[in-house]
């Protein structure tokens, strides 16, 4: 159940997969990879409330990757509040591993999952600017090969 912009009451929502009957056409599931990193990424994020990104800004790791999505953990000392609520937006930087200073162009992610016991939570990517593609695919390429 949600509760969007634009209606009063709450809603429900499913996800579909295919329709039977007359049609019987189905999407093709994908499985999703999740892969761990060798290496985990800082970043830094801030919650997107409709059109306004939050001032207050919060620390994590990349720490698990698909091509879809990414598992981020935050400080296991910090609060529960530091914690994004399921279906929030988060606009998200990555730091450069070998240059602390150096911060990614914008990401945008919505999260879909979170686990309070292991201070994780799962985003699936709604944007990735060029290079930072290119910089995650590269990462969950050599992630496969291991």
Partial sequence: EIRPKGISHPINIYEVGGISGKYNLFLPKEEE????????????????????????????????LSQRGA??????YASEDSLPLIHSNIQLNLLNPSNKSFMSEHVYGKVLKREEASKTFYIRFTFKPKSVIEELDSLYQSSLQR
Wanted: charged share 20%; hydrophobic share 45%; aromatic share 8%.
């Fill in 33 to 64: 990879i999740l892969l761990p990193i060798e290496q985990p990424i800082r970043i830094f994020y801030l919650i997107v409330e409709g059109k306004h990104i939050s001032n207050t800004v919060f620390n994590g790791k990349l720490v698990k």
């Fill in 71 to 76: 598992v981020i953990e935050i400080n296991r």
